[in-house]
């Protein structure tokens, strides 16, 4: 199951294309008991027609409680979503299916372990995905494993530098020009007076939002030493401008901000086409990564 700001999406399955037995939309809404006792509702009819099931993993919106040891562990804590703070994800799963497995974490980490089982993180023990839309998450894997550490890593809400003659505010309600408030969806709409799919390829705004990423990516290669950053979420399309040319765009402003500091082939020009990629899985990473977390449970 992926939960999201505005739709959960359950499936039943083994893996991505026609590993995906079933799978159902529900809208998130502000009253989560209604929305996960339909979700049960529905893995409950799955699973007796199908007669499998071994085991749950959800990959949900945050921010998570994640320490086994709490007493709100599986809990969503202080998110602004209207109706979902502190809802107990597990429990109406573990009421439905006792004895089954389940296993949950973050959107942003299951998307990167389902990258890592079957798209563009496979064979790689340390690399980031960060999703880029509404909001901005990322997960990153390190020696195999998805860091936690004292929560998860909110690596959305870094600070970020103030390039030369912009004066935009920045659109996080918390920190204003942080890299969700500079780089996701609602920021550019807000920036450019237009949503993001319909901005044209010059629009400067494109400037200003990758010059944005450049930095954000290399704050990622400075602090985590990733062997390969994967790019999901929606503002990656990039409407007019185009997913090839927003990416190029993000690499070569990595580089620059790097300015040749790290020395490694990953980070030239050949390399860094191989080192900042979009998703394999597409839309459906994080659907794929909870498969996969209920697989490793
Ligand atoms: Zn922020």
Redesign the pocket.
Known sequence: MELGGTKVIAAIGTGPGRGILARERFPTGDDPSRTLASVVEWLRAQSAAMGIMRAIGVASFGPLDLDPSSSTHGFITTTPKRGWARTDLLAPFRRAFPGLPIALDTDVNGAALGEGRWGAGQGLDDFVYITVGTGIGGGAIVRGKPVHGLVHPEM??IPMPRAAGDDFAGA?A??GR?W??LCAGPAIAARAGRPAEELAADDPAWDAVTESMGHALATLTLVLSPRRIIIGGSVRKAGQLGEDAFFERCRSHLKRTLASYVDSPALRDEGLRSFVVPPVLGDDAGLCGAMAMAQNS
């Open positions: 959305g809400h996080c918390i920190h942080c969700e408030g």
